[in-house]
């Protein structure tokens, strides 16, 4: 069965400080994965996408890693800050017989940056 | 840029009484979907569709029913709402679902079934 399962649950850290966020899958065969931001309140963004040839993609603070062989990603922070606070949710795409992909979504990670 | 439009962000329900939550969006995608999201469990896919005329059953399709007579729009219509129902709704369209298949979410319907 595929799964996502992302670690730590809820994290607490304060402004300045880096953190970094895990997602392990068991989706096969293996499309692409997604780490989106989730506002409070608000619809996902994504924020990056790794695809399988791909092990390390930044966009801003946030750097996500890639490793197919262990299927783990990672979202790394960097310099956090109050507007990071959010929901971060890893989302593997599987690839279907027939061609099209199928979504696997993570629970996602609960991160709260404080003064 | 409009992007993905949902509504209502909140309604109430009865146990019982039915609804529409409406979904557009102005980027003509052909993918277009809904989700509902619990507390400590990831989004799980109720309904989607590739294309006008074109709807298909998700993993928890059951108590829903959807159309998609145009590119724009897919309404989800709870059928008689019971309070298992009650969760955040999110529409979500993609350009294509084949290739890496991003997701644009709308702001979400929050809904409690009394």
């Known amino acids: 069965k595929n799964q996502v399962e992302q670690s730590p649950q809820s994290l607490i850290i304060l402004e300045g400080k880096n953190c970094t966020l895990q997602?392990?899958?068991?989706?096969?065969?293996?499309?692409?994965l997604r780490w989106y931001k989730q506002d409070t309140g608000r619809g996902p963004v994504s924020l990056t996408i790794m695809t399988f040839s791909e092990n390390t993609k930044s966009n801003g603070r946030y750097t996500a890693t890639l490793d197919a062989d262990t299927k783990q990603s990672s979202l790394h922070i960097t310099a956090s800050q109050l507007s990071d606070s959010a929901s971060y949710i890893c989302?593997?795409?599987?690839?279907?017989?027939?061609?099209?992909?199928?979504?696997?979504f993570g629970t996602g990670t609960q991160l709260k940056v404080e003064l | 840029n409009a992007g993905v439009t949902q509504t209502p962000k909140f309604q109430v329900l009865k146990t019982g009484q039915s609804m529409t939550l409406q979904c557009a969006q102005d980027m003509n995608h052909e993918y277009m979907s809904w989700y509902r999201q619990d507390p400590g469990m990831g989004l799980r896919l109720i309904h989607y569709?590739?294309?006008?005329?074109?709807?298909d059953q998700g993993e928890v399709p059951n108590g829903y029913n959807v159309s998609r007579s145009t590119t724009e729009d897919f309404p989800l219509r709870l059928l008689s709402a019971a309070p298992s129902q009650t969760s955040v709704y999110f529409c979500?369209?993609?350009?294509?679902?084949?290739?890496?298949?991003?997701?644009?979410f709308g702001e979400g319907s929050r809904l409690t079934v009394l």
């Open positions: 979500a369209s993609s350009p294509t679902n084949r290739g890496t298949g991003e997701l644009f």
């Open positions: 569709s590739v294309g006008a005329g074109i709807t």
């Open positions: 989302v593997v795409s599987g690839i279907l017989t027939g061609g099209g992909n199928k979504l696997t």
């Open positions: 997602c392990n899958y068991t989706v096969s065969p293996f499309s692409n």
